[in-house]
């Protein structure tokens, strides 16, 4: 049996924390910052832990992680 592979951008997007939980960065944080409050702008800098409808997807992206 062959092994499996992960999906690269699966892998640069997500880690995997310490309790098993996929973390993620905020979107929306590229371009068009003028409008965006400094309070808004801080809190996307802070990554987050992945919602759960999108958890089980993503490990089977990353097998090893």
Sequence with gaps: MPA???NRSA???FKV???GKLIRFKA????ILAKKST???RNLRQPTVT???S???MKKCMPYA
Excluded: E, Q
Excluded at 28 to 31: A, D, E, L, T, V
């Design 39 to 41: 309070k808004r702008k």
């Design 55 to 57: 958890v089980k997807a």
């Design 51 to 53: 919602d759960a409808t």
């Design 4 to 6: 499996m592979k992960t």
């Design 17 to 19: 924390s310490g309790n």
């Design 11 to 13: 892998a640069k997007r």
């Design 28 to 31: 929306n944080k590229r371009h």
